[in-house]
């Protein structure tokens, strides 16, 4: 029983401490680093573990990052699962919310707006780079980019719900065309 | 490109926000977060901006900016935001419950069917479509966004320097594979000189 306390608190001490790097939206990014931790160094999880939590987060719906919560569940059962979710998520989205506190205080002004208005067209670029990312890094070639290329042309000209569009590309996929 | 869905509003001055309930928040990120299949942000662009209208294009593209240099996951930090603007630290709160919970779960019931069945090249297979399309929607999000900030610049050297920004940043970060805190530290001055100075 120990030893588990052990790894739970571990774990939470060490996503908690990588939390605060994730700029840019990066829990996907520090992948790499909690493979090294969870994998590599601990070997608390198998190679197709951290595989599958990745793929599956991905898939379902809500955010990417909670493949950290199935790392988590497969390190350590239900106390590793929400020690990891807390770990991170707790300490960045606290920063967040203190700094709108602290910004109602002195709100905005000029420079607010221009930090703001200038920081949009590179997030844009940001956006469109992970999705380039992932469309990079999926095992599927050719025809993968072909799906994705349709998928943005249907969903600039059409109002269509996106989560047919999503059904649609598992639908495609389960008939091996991708 | 002709049947982009129009703008909206066409003189939303600075109205006060609705003010919102945090359950109809917490209701509401939950149904984003729910349908939110390969990632939320081309759902809550649709759900905030083009049905519900709670912000406009431009605002939601701020947020996404903020959210994205902010630590954290950016959706999350959207939801922070939205919640706060509507409803307070209340409703920052609801909001990220609603962003998180219902996933949460969804998840742990997919990774306990995954061990059962996740041996099948079926699954794998479906997951790999599923995940082009979802990298599309991403690109799609992005393009959108670009369409509008290009309408709302209002000469063309500020139209000019967006389409220059978006594309450094993108290839750096997608191309080139830069840390994306140099490519943005780099970009900022630059970026936010532009919006400081460009005519209203």
């Given at each position: 029983?120990?030893?588990?306390?052990?790894?739970?608190?571990?774990?939470?001490?060490?996503?908690?401490?990588?939390?605060?790097?994730?700029?840019?939206?990066?829990?996907?990014?520090?992948?790499?680093?909690?493979?090294?931790?969870?994998?590599?160094?601990?070997?608390?999880?198998?190679?197709?573990?951290?595989?599958?939590?990745?793929?599956?987060?991905?898939?379902?719906?809500?955010?990417?990052?909670?493949?950290?919560?199935?790392?988590?569940?497969?390190?350590?059962?239900?106390?590793?699962?929400?020690?990891?979710?807390?770990?991170?998520?707790?300490?960045?989205?606290?920063?967040?919310?203190?700094?709108?506190?602290?910004?109602?205080?002195?709100?905005?002004?000029?420079?607010?707006?221009?930090?703001?208005?200038?920081?949009?067209?590179?997030?844009?670029?940001?956006?469109?780079?992970?999705?380039?990312?992932?469309?990079?890094a999926?095992?599927?070639?050719?025809?993968?980019?072909?799906?994705?290329?349709?998928?943005?042309?249907?969903?600039?000209?059409?109002?269509?719900?996106?989560?047919?569009?999503?059904?649609?590309?598992?639908?495609?996929?389960?008939?091996?065309?991708? | 490109?002709?049947?982009?869905p129009?703008?909206?509003?066409?003189?939303?001055?600075?109205?006060?926000?609705?003010?919102?309930?945090?359950?109809?928040?917490f209701?509401a990120?939950?149904?984003?977060?729910?349908?939110?299949?390969?990632?939320?942000?081309?759902?809550?662009?649709?759900?905030?901006v083009?049905?519900?209208?709670?912000?406009?294009?431009?605002q939601?593209?701020?947020?996404?900016?903020?959210?994205?240099?902010?630590?954290?996951?950016?959706?999350?930090?959207?939801?922070?935001?939205v919640?706060?603007?509507?409803?307070?630290?209340?409703?920052?709160?609801?909001?990220?419950?609603?962003?998180l919970?219902?996933?949460?779960?969804?998840?742990?019931?997919?990774?306990?069917?995954?061990?059962?069945?996740?041996?099948?090249?079926?699954?794998?297979?479906?997951?790999t479509?599923?995940?082009?399309?979802?990298?599309?929607?991403?690109?799609?999000?992005?393009?959108?966004?670009a369409?509008?900030?290009?309408?709302?610049?209002?000469?063309?050297?500020?139209?000019?320097?967006?389409?220059?920004?978006?594309?450094?940043?993108?290839?750096?970060?997608?191309?080139?594979?830069?840390?994306?805190?140099?490519?943005?530290?780099?970009?900022?001055?630059?970026?936010?000189?532009?919006?400081?100075?460009?005519?209203?």
């Amino acid at each position: 029983m120990d030893s588990d306390d052990c790894i739970v608190c571990a774990l939470a001490l060490h996503l908690a401490l990588l939390s605060m790097m994730a700029i840019g939206g990066g829990v996907v990014m520090l992948a790499p680093d909690i493979y090294r931790y969870v994998v590599a160094s601990n070997h608390w999880i198998t190679r197709e573990q951290f595989a599958a939590a990745y793929t599956i987060a991905q898939a379902a719906p809500g955010p990417n990052m909670l493949y950290v919560t199935l790392v988590g569940w497969w390190v350590a059962g239900w106390a590793g699962a929400a020690a990891a979710t807390l770990a991170i998520t707790v300490p960045p989205l606290t920063f967040t919310l203190m700094l709108l506190r602290a910004s109602r205080r002195h709100h905005g002004g000029r420079w607010g707006d221009a930090i703001a208005g200038g920081l949009a067209p590179v997030s844009v670029g940001l956006l469109a780079a992970g999705g380039w990312v992932l469309v990079r890094a999926s095992d599927s070639g050719w025809r993968g980019a072909l799906l994705a290329a349709l998928t943005v042309v249907i969903a600039m000209r059409t109002r269509l719900n996106p989560i047919w569009l999503i059904a649609g590309g598992g639908f495609i996929g389960a008939l091996h065309l991708v | 490109m002709s049947t982009l869905p129009a703008p909206p509003e066409p003189d939303h001055t600075v109205a006060p926000p609705p003010a919102l309930r945090p359950l109809a928040l917490f209701l509401a990120f939950s149904q984003m977060a729910l349908s939110g299949f390969g990632g939320v942000m081309p759902f809550a662009y649709r759900f905030l901006v083009e049905k519900r209208q709670w912000l406009r294009p431009e605002q939601f593209a701020e947020m996404v900016a903020l959210g994205q240099v902010l630590p954290g996951p950016t959706i999350c930090n959207v939801s922070i935001m939205v919640g706060w603007r509507f409803a307070g630290v209340r409703g920052a709160l609801a909001s990220l419950s609603g962003m998180l919970t219902g996933p949460i779960m969804v998840v742990l019931l997919l990774g306990v069917g995954y061990q059962k069945f996740g041996a099948s090249p079926h699954v794998h297979d479906a997951l790999t479509g599923m995940s082009a399309v979802a990298a599309g929607l991403i690109l799609s999000t992005a393009l959108k966004m670009a369409v509008r900030l290009w309408r709302v610049a209002p000469v063309r050297w500020v139209k000019g320097s967006l389409c220059g920004f978006a594309l450094l940043s993108f290839a750096g970060v997608g191309l080139m594979h830069w840390p994306l805190i140099e490519v943005v530290a780099l970009l900022a001055p630059f970026a936010v000189g532009v919006a400081f100075f460009k005519p209203k």
